[in-house]
């Protein structure tokens, strides 16, 4: 019988889109693990999709109230944008004027069009990022982070806090890179989780913004359709590109409940489609026995507290350390050594010398009383 490598199964399974073995419980529910078709008893099922993977939810309670392929893993196009402002977002100052690198003006794809000039404030970015989509934006807000290997480490440990564990993030754009990838469960989870915070609220819901040029402003819009469209629509995020096709994360409230759409690879125009499903959300939501539930993010890591008084413990100096060390001392560096050295070596003489006349004396005394016994 003909052995198939390890790694041949591991791309197999990867290829197929599905992020969960037979024997691991999928992050939701059970239920979640499904490549089809997940819907609640006793009510129409969800209109239909030509999207590959979807997520209908309910904002406030978490509860999945239907889904298709919840985690099978997709590249995420300019949907990933939404991990990149729910990370940065509480890092970044949002009055710090930021001076784009070349490398960020030319990144490919759609750009709000920045150039190399201090013209930038972060908030700025932000609306370019999730209005424009605007990559060359994402691309310096990365480096406003400190560098984009940061950012990208920055990204991934909050898609692994909110344990959206279908997430690889390899760009803070959502540019097309091996190893990429994201399902509409993952993206369900982030878009809670953005949704959460104020500023994240605003940059998503505003239809246009001025933004800054060398020599005047000029308008952006928003690419979100629905927001013009749908009644209550908060905004979120779309995304395109020609391998990862068409994907989309919506919110919209109605009579003071939220309810969460998204969707993965979709080869056409989804923007009726969505409406329908956030339809369907509505009228089910408080309705039905949820299919399954957006998880709480984890607990944050708190650094260990230190001790107001450390205990300090000496270790052995290594030779080859010491020889370094000795090589990089100067004059006045040489005399405060030769004096403390001096002078613990003396210490050292004289608490010997006192603990030898200490130990004589007690035998003294020892053999006296032993005389006396006798």
């Known amino acids: 019988m003909k052995l198939v490598p390890v790694t041949a199964l591991l791309a197999a399974v990867a290829l197929t889109g599905s992020a969960h073995s037979a024997s691991t419980t999928p992050v939701g529910g059970d239920l979640l693990g499904s490549r089809g078709l997940v819907k609640p008893d006793g009510i129409k099922a969800p209109p239909k999709s030509k999207a590959t ?15 298709k392929n919840p985690h099978g893993r997709y590249l995420p196009a300019s949907t990933l944008k939404t991990l990149t402002a729910l990370t940065l977002i509480p890092k970044l100052d949002k009055n710090l004027t930021v001076k784009p690198s070349r490398n960020a003006v030319n990144q490919e794809g759609t750009a709000v069009g920045l150039t190399t000039k201090p013209l930038y404030k972060v908030d ?87 933004f800054p040029a060398p020599k005047h402003y000029y308008e952006i819009s928003n690419h979100n359709k629905l927001l013009w469209r749908y009644k209550g629509m908060i905004g979120v995020k779309n995304g395109w590109t020609s391998k990862a096709l068409g994907s989309f994360v919506g919110a919209a409230t109605r009579g003071g409940h939220t309810i969460i759409v998204t969707i993965m690879r979709h080869d056409g125009y989804f923007w009726d489609e ?49 020889d370094r060390a000795a090589s990089k001392q100067t004059d006045s560096s040489r005399t405060v050594g030769s004096i403390v050295i001096g002078g613990g070596l003396l210490f050292g003489l004289i608490w010997l010398g006192y603990g030898i006349r200490r130990r004589r004396r007690l035998a003294l005394r020892s053999r006296e009383s032993e005389d006396l016994r006798l």
């Open 53 to 67: 993977s979807y997520v209908i939810a309910d904002l406030e309670t978490g509860d999945v109230l239907a889904a």
């Open 124 to 210: 700025d970015l932000f609306r370019a990022l999730m209005m424009s989509s605007g990559n060359d934006a994402a691309m310096a807000l990365a480096e406003a982070n400190g560098s984009l290997a940061k950012t990208m480490n920055d990204m991934n440990a909050e898609a692994k806090r909110l344990q959206a564990n279908d997430t690889v993030a390899k760009t803070p754009s959502g540019l097309d890179k091996p190893g990429q990838s994201s399902s509409a469960y993952d993206l369900a989870l982030i878009a809670r989780a953005g949704l959460a915070n104020p500023d994240f609220r605003r940059y998503i819901s505003t239809k246009t913004a001025k």
């Open 274 to 322: 969505v409406a329908d499903l956030l339809d369907w959300g509505f009228a089910a939501r408080g309705k039905v026995t949820p299919v399954g539930r957006l998880v709480d993010p984890l607990p944050a890591v708190l650094p260990a507290q230190q001790a107001t008084a450390p205990v300090i413990t000496a270790t052995p100096v290594p030779a080859p350390l010491l």
